[in-house]
Nanobody, 123 residues
Framework: VQLQASGGGLVQAGGSLRLSCVTS????????MSWFRQAPGKQREFVAA????????VYADSVTGRFTISRDNAKNTVYLQMDSLVPDDTGVYYC?????????????????WGRGTLVTVSS
C-alpha cells in the first residue's frame, strides 16, 4: 500500500491547513487511517484516526476541537483539517494505514506509511 501525503506548508499561528493522503490501494475502504506527526527532536506522536466507514474518529488531546479527520473512500483519500494552528503543531505529518477495523494510537500498529508532509506554524 503506497500513501502520498500533501498539503503541508508555512502558516501563521491561528491559521488553517488541510492535509490530504491519497492511495491507489483498491481496498482503501477496508483500512483504518491515521495521522501522526513528528516535531524536530521529538518522537512521532499520534494525532488522529478514523475507521473504515468514517465513524468514531479519535483525536489526541492536544488537537481535539481544532483538527478534524475525514475520509472519502470513493477518492481513496483521507484528510486532516487543521484549524487554530499553534507553533507546537509544527512537524512532519505522516499518514498511516492498517488493515484492521480497530483504531490504535501507537505507531507500531500501522504497517503502511506515507513519506510525510512538513507543517510549519510561525508565531
Amino acid at each position: 500500500v503506497q500513501l502520498q501525503a500533501s498539503g503541508g506548508g508555512l502558516v501563521q499561528a491561528g491559521g488553517s491547513l488541510r492535509l490530504s493522503c491519497v492511495t491507489s490501494e483498491r481496498t482503501f475502504s477496508a483500512y483504518t487511517m491515521s495521522w501522526f506527526r513528528q516535531a524536530p527532536g521529538k518522537q512521532r506522536e499520534f494525532v488522529a484516526a478514523i475507521s473504515w466507514n468514517g465513524g468514531s474518529p479519535v483525536y489526541a488531546d492536544s488537537v481535539t476541537g481544532r483538527f478534524t479527520i475525514s475520509r472519502d473512500n470513493a477518492k481513496n483519500t483521507v484528510y486532516l483539517q487543521m484549524d487554530s494552528l499553534v507553533p507546537d503543531d509544527t512537524g512532519v505529518y505522516y499518514c498511516a494505514a492498517r488493515s484492521a477495523s480497530v483504531i490504535h494510537r501507537t505507531s507500531n500498529s500501522y504497517r503502511y506509511w506515507g513519506r510525510g508532509t512538513l507543517v510549519t506554524v510561525s508565531s
